[in-house]
């Protein structure tokens, strides 16, 4: 019978080799920087506010059309984003939500994790590492 296939044990046997296991207890490694970015009005500035007057962008609706349920909506051109910095790095929050209830990181992670799902992502570790999925 002839062989059908590429043998690859010594691409297992260099895997393997490669691989370095930690311990349960320590700590994961360095995940990918990632920012979390935030709308923000953007806002005029006080050398410029006496040339400019601001001004509401919302269309006022006749009263029959807010009888049947229609709400103006106001859009913005100026919109830019701020980053939002969270309390503590993702490896400092996975090994928080390990830590006692009664510890002061245990709360702290758990307030970035609440930040985090806020933006639809969550922590996962793979491979002593840690990285953010999105959450649906």
Partial sequence: MTNNFTAITELVEKHKKSQVSLPKEAEPLAAEKFEI?????????????PYVSPRQDTIELPP?????????????????????KLPLSDEKIVVGMHAPVTSSIRWLAAF????LA???????????????????
């Fill in 37 to 49: 970015k935030e709308v923000v009005e953007h806002k005029v500035e006080d050398e410029v506010r």
């Fill in 64 to 84: 029959d059309l807010k009888k049947m349920g229609l709400h103006a909506t106001s859009s913005t051109q100026f919109s830019s984003y701020q980053n939002i």
């Fill in 112 to 115: 970035a994790i609440y930040l």
């Fill in 118 to 136: 806020r933006v639809h992502l969550g922590l996962k570790v793979v491979h002593g590492k840690v990285i953010r999925v999105l959450r649906s």
